[in-house]
């Protein structure tokens, strides 16, 4: 199947600095990718919508100002999470589809971020 | 509202068959996706179904009946990797995934 890698796998920063994760489809064009969010023991929750050459669309309760999104290219977009805060700790994940199909998501490894 | 149902958490034993349940209400119907998901991993694809019935592959077989809004995940041969959490999604009208909150499948020996 196509590979998504996200970078990097884990980081750690101090409170009220930024922190960026790459996802990069590596093997076809994603128009579209997709950021997750996932608590501990909890499904995957939708942050937004990520549209190469375009803004992105967040999903209601997720602040744009603080989760930079940008799509440059059909095979990258970048996450930023700026001004951290412990409360941000979570494990996020990214995902792209084919373009032009319906069919299955690919997820990138994930990050998981620890916010001290 | 959309909504995706899937039991919380599930026990089975080496070696023997669990069927995993996941019922949905969404608007628009454009497949229903299975995933697997490892503590602390992504999730990886299992399985896709659009059209009533069952598909077959290997161990894992799907099953999706649109007019009940239903569809269960059969792990036959059960081994101790397939402790994880199991995923159901549903792809609405606008191709947006919906997702269920996830069931863990923990395998005893």
């Known amino acids: 199947g196509a590979v998504v890698s996200q970078h990097p796998s884990w980081v750690i920063c101090k409170s009220g600095t930024s922190v960026k994760i790459e996802c990069r489809s590596l093997?076809?064009?994603?128009?579209?990718m997709f950021w997750y969010r996932q608590f501990p023991k909890q499904s995957l929750m939708l942050m937004a919508t990520?549209?190469?050459?375009?803004?992105?669309?967040?999903e209601q309760g997720v602040e744009k100002d603080k989760f930079l999104i940008n799509h440059a290219s059909l095979t990258l977009s970048t996450l930023t999470v700026t001004s951290a805060h412990p409360e941000d700790s979570s494990f996020y994940i990214c995902?792209?589809?084919?373009?032009?199909?319906?069919?299955?998501?690919?997820f990138g490894q994930g990050t998981r971020l620890t916010v001290v | 509202g959309q909504n995706i149902d899937q039991p919380t958490e599930m026990t089975a034993t080496e070696g023997a068959i669990v069927q995993i349940n996941c019922t949905y209400q969404t608007s628009g119907f454009n497949g229903l996706f299975w995933y697997q998901q490892h503590a602390g991993e992504a999730p990886t694809f299992l399985s896709y179904n659009v059209l009533d019935g069952l598909e077959e592959k290997g161990r894992f077989s799907s099953f999706l009946s649109r007019s009940k809004g239903y569809s269960y995940l059969l792990l036959k041969e059960l081994q101790m990797k397939d402790s994880a959490s199991y995923l159901c999604?549903?792809?609405?009208?606008?191709?947006?995934?919906?997702w269920g909150a996830g069931t863990k499948l923990i395998i005893k020996p």
């Open positions: 995902s792209a589809r084919l373009t032009g199909t319906h069919t299955e998501a690919f």
């Open positions: 093997d076809f064009q994603a128009t579209t």
């Open positions: 999604a549903v792809m609405d009208s606008n191709y947006q995934l919906i």
């Open positions: 990520s549209n190469e050459g375009s803004k992105a669309t967040y």
